[in-house]
């Protein structure tokens, strides 16, 4: 009997992912844990390992195709099985599901699965029959737990509603419920303009002049492309540069951003980072310095460490300090967990670890959140000053620009010093503009004298 491998949940709330490359062809001899697919959630790619050795029966959807959590990512049996079961099943009934009676004469429905462990690599606990009739094609799902008990008896088809990770993060913002709309995109699927029609005309269900068909069981069916002017080329956005993009937006729309700058003399740190690389053999990158040199600061001014929550602000007595990297798909926000109990080597090692991963996309969705503070290395890319945005849950952000030669005066002389600028954005909610400079202050003698905050 071969082995039905369902998309897992590979990171905390993950709802659907995109596959982006299949590393075997249908028929292709597999092992066990050889990566087989290639798939991107909202943050980042992960390389899904076959769960069994054997021969690859099916594919669950092709590159392109966003697939929800739950559904038949791949099938693994033997040569000369083959694989008759539906192409794109139905999630599994809810453990207090209330299914109707069946008609008389119809055939019963199976029993429920049960609950999948989000991990890679999860597996159904039994296998599925090839010469049978497919287990699940004709299973219906029941409403959630929260609706009323009198309600539960009206069995859906599909509790969740189609839409893409973007339009539902944006429903979400704007407190719209996706359940209660029509889609009138391809096969129902809810788009951006249904939000808008539901916004403007709160009592309309945004339904769809024309019906229209359902998609193949075996595709996604794209949305249709707007008509393209000659000479220009339209590219989707990976999901990573989505998701960045709606969360870019909503924290510029909903936190009011002050920035203050500064410059700093970097002279002194770059001489203690060549001499800390020597001494203990190893890289000292920029960002382990610039994050030690914030630590002290985030002390005497918790309101940078910390999250505004309606009208109370929580203070966190962790820095969890966040680190901006470069990555293939965008910028992407690497997680140094409880930075206060590392020493500068310490930190070194964590940068270019979660560096590293995040290149080759490797990062796990719990590296990339929950920071309580951010410092963005623009220098490390030619970047000088400029007004980053605050990440949505935090208070404040720090930019470091490139450290350049210039002319400053010094002792009624000039001379020349490398130079590095500091841009400061914080939430003006929490922070005012007196408290910034201080902060600005402590961050500037910190940077020039690195003895202050590595001792």
Wanted: glycine share 10%.
């Amino acid at each position: 009997m071969p082995t039905v491998f369902r998309l897992p949940d590979i990171g905390e709330g993950l709802t659907e992912a995109e596959v982006v490359e299949w590393h075997a062809a249908v028929g292709d001899e597999v092992r066990a844990d050889q990566v087989l697919v290639t798939v991107e959630t909202d943050k980042a790619q992960a390389d899904l390992p076959a769960p069994v050795a054997g021969v690859l029966l099916h594919q669950g959807a092709a590159p392109g195709v966003v697939l929800p959590v739950g559904e038949v990512l791949a099938v693994i049996g033997i040569r000369g099985e083959r694989w008759s079961g539906p192409v794109v099943p139905v999630a599994p009934l809810e453990q207090d599901a209330l299914p109707l009676d069946p008609p008389a004469g119809a055939e019963p429905e199976p029993e429920p699965e049960p609950e999948r462990p989000p991990l890679v690599g999860t597996l159904d606990e039994s296998a599925e029959d090839l010469d049978a009739e497919p287990p699940g094609s004709n299973v219906t799902e029941a409403p959630p737990a929260e609706v009323p008990p009198a309600k539960k008896e009206a069995v859906l088809q599909s509790v969740r509603p189609r839409a893409l990770p973007l339009v539902r993060r944006e429903a979400a913002a704007r407190g719209i419920d996706l359940s209660e709309i029509a889609g009138s995109g391809p096969g129902g699927r809810v788009i951006r303009a249904d939000l808008d029609r539901v916004e403007t005309d709160p009592g309309s269900e945004a339904a769809p002049e024309v019906p229209a068909p359902e998609p193949e069981a075996d595709a996604e069916v794209p949305e249709p492309a707007p008509d393209i002017e000659p000479g220009e080329n339209r590219i989707r956005m990976s999901a990573t540069r989505r998701t960045i993009a709606a969360r870019l937006t909503e924290s510029w729309r909903t936190i009011p951003h002050v920035t203050t700058f500064g410059e700093f003399d970097a002279g002194r740190l770059l001489d203690v980072r060549r001499a800390l690389a020597e001494r203990h053999r190893t890289d000292v990158p920029l960002d382990a310095l610039l994050v030690g040199a914030c630590l002290p600061v985030l002390g005497a001014h918790p309101e940078l460490n910390a999250t505004l929550d309606g009208d109370e602000l929580v203070l966190h007595e962790r820095a969890d300090v966040g680190v901006a990297i470069d990555g293939p798909s965008g910028l992407l926000v690497g997680v140094v967990r409880d930075a206060g109990t590392h020493d500068v080597i310490g930190l070194s090692e964590t940068v270019l670890d979660l560096a590293e991963r995040a290149r080759a996309r490797r990062l796990a969705p719990d590296d990339m959140s929950g920071q309580t503070f951010t410092v963005s290395n623009i220098g490390a890319v030619g970047g000088g000053m400029g007004t980053p945005i605050i990440p949505l849950g935090t208070t404040a952000i720090l930019s470091v620009g490139r450290a350049e030669p210039k002319p400053v005066v010094r002792d009624g002389g000039v001379t020349v010093a490398t130079i590095a600028s500091l841009s400061l954005s914080y939430d003006h909610r929490v922070i005012d503009g007196a408290q910034g400079r201080a902060v600005m202050s402590m961050l500037v003698e910190n940077l020039e004298e690195p003895a202050l905050f590595l001792v």
